[in-house]
């Protein structure tokens, strides 16, 4: 039975790796959850989760995410150039994260 449970995920994860989006997904889908949780469930004053955010795409559905992460009361987002410098940032801890919209990133949702 493990074993079955194993050979499953592990079709699930090559699958997955072809599809550049779901990896969005997978990264940016837990960040928002915990913010709004935080926001709903947490005491006093909502917090917020401070992240750069990287539009290497910038396409018109790119920059819908983009508007749609500003707009979340619970996000921080401060929108940073490149990748690089958005590693660079995160390493010298000026903040948690940083959310990256990669190259292709509409062509890959819409043939998905």
Known sequence: ML???WAMTWK???????????????????????AVMGAVFGGG?????????VDEDGTRL????VDALEDEPTLEVEIVPSR???DRRV?????IAAVVVPAGFDQAILTD
Do not use: H, M, N
């Open 3 to 5: 074993r079955q449970i």
């Open 84 to 86: 690089e410098e958005a």
């Open 62 to 65: 790119s920059r819908q995410v």
């Open 91 to 95: 390493g010298a801890g000026d903040r």
């Open 45 to 53: 004053g909502a917090p917020t989760v401070a992240v750069y955010l």
């Open 12 to 34: 699930e994860i090559k699958v997955a790796a072809q599809r550049p989006s779901e990896w969005l997904l997978v990264f940016l889908a837990p960040i928002i959850f915990i």
